[in-house]
């Protein structure tokens, strides 16, 4: 028997303690999991993806019987009530049929409603674990020698322990999803390819745009762009990384100008016989943008704060008082290196150039 994707259910969504929203849930063929949708303009509100995590799915066994608990693995639950106990386990039923054979539901859990809401991870706390995630982070790659306080063993453990999405990795750089840089660099990131980003992985890229000397950074440039994994870049892989860059700098050129404008970086660096560079060719190619490379930095949503907090347990001597005074390359501010490598990309060689067409705006990575 095969699951009709099209089939909803609707139920209400128990988002908090003080919030909850009418949805209908249904199913997703690519990537393979679980939407909701909201009730009435049939938008989507979230996506489950399936095809790497694990459910556990746990009822209330008090209350007609109506609630439902999905807990996901890697990302925050989903709480469902159901306006009786038949239509929860016709999407159960569902929902089993859905899966199949797969081994993505780990167990079946029955318990009183008001135990299984002290267990559900909410969106909000979601985002404070993947807050802490990314602080911790900012704090070993500045002070390595620097260790988390005992005093909140739990928590670092839950800390370490998070796995980021490529969403969550999305929204903290505050682009959409579907950015090509979100795109390659959560696919450089995600070394062990389990669709998710740990803390160790999040950690060695911070470490390169905190400490990183221009050459790190131009390697790591290189490693993203090369998609096929070849050890060469392609001019078809360069023209995908001089459209990332201009889509970070908010800035747009034409096909026909993004070819012309990598013949003209082939030419000037003395490399117009060659269709596809080495790490040192790539390195000749990026001679001039050295300066920019050395000041190049992610900027990530609510950095300045995150610089104050880190700044803050300096002062009261949680890290060492020399982390006061060391750059923050994360920075949320100044001039962006990548916006003007973007720029003089975009320019023809000769002195005859157009600049592409720009909008106005800071760019989102520095």
């Not at 009709?4 to 259910?9: A, E, M, Q, V, Y």
């Not at 609630?67 to 925050?76: D, G, S």
Request: glycine share 6%; charged share 35%.
């Amino acid at each position: 028997m095969i699951c009709n994707l099209s089939t909803r259910s609707s139920a209400e969504e128990w988002c908090g303690p003080k919030e909850t929203r009418m949805v209908e849930v249904g199913y997703s063929a690519s990537p393979r999991g679980l939407r909701v949708y909201e009730t009435g303009d049939g938008d989507i509100l979230r996506t489950i993806d399936l095809a790497k995590q694990k459910i556990t799915v746990v009822l209330s066994s008090d209350n007609g019987g109506r609630t439902l608990l999905l807990k996901v693995e890697k990302e925050y639950d989903l709480v469902l009530i159901f306006d009786h106990v038949d239509n929860r386990t016709l999407f159960l039923d569902g929902f089993e049929e859905f899966l199949g054979d797969s081994d993505v539901m780990t167990g079946r859990l029955d318990m009183k409603d008001k135990e299984l809401r002290k267990m559900v991870v909410t969106k909000e706390k979601r985002q404070q674990n993947v807050e802490r995630f990314v602080r911790a982070a900012f704090v070993q790659a500045f002070e390595p020698d620097v260790l988390m306080d005992d005093n909140h063993e739990p928590e670092n453990r839950e800390i370490f322990s998070t796995e980021m999405t490529k969403s969550e990795f999305a929204d903290i750089l505050k682009l959409t999803q579907d950015s090509m840089f979100v795109e390659l660099m959560f696919e450089l990131a995600d070394k062990d390819k389990n669709g998710t980003i740990s803390f160790r992985e999040f950690l060695d890229v911070t470490v390169i745009f905190a400490e990183g000397k221009p050459e790190d950074k131009l390697e790591m440039m290189f490693n993203m762009y090369d998609v096929d994994n070849s050890g060469e870049l392609s001019r078809k892989e360069l023209e995908g990384m001089l459209k990332s860059l201009l889509e970070m700098a908010r800035t747009s050129m034409e096909q026909e100008q993004v070819e012309e404008a990598i013949a003209a970086m082939f030419i000037n660096s003395g490399l117009e016989n060659k269709e596809e560079l080495t790490f040192d060719d790539f390195k000749t190619l990026m001679a001039e943008h050295m300066e920019q490379l050395s000041n190049a930095s992610l900027k990530i949503k609510g950095s300045s704060d995150l610089m104050q907090s880190v700044e803050n347990d300096s002062r009261r001597g949680s890290l060492p008082a020399s982390s006061e005074n060391r750059r923050f390359s994360l920075l949320p501010d100044g001039k962006s290196a990548i916006s003007s490598m973007a720029r003089r990309f975009s320019l023809k060689d000769g002195g005859e150039s157009k600049k592409a067409a720009t909008s106005s705006g800071s760019s989102r990575y520095e």
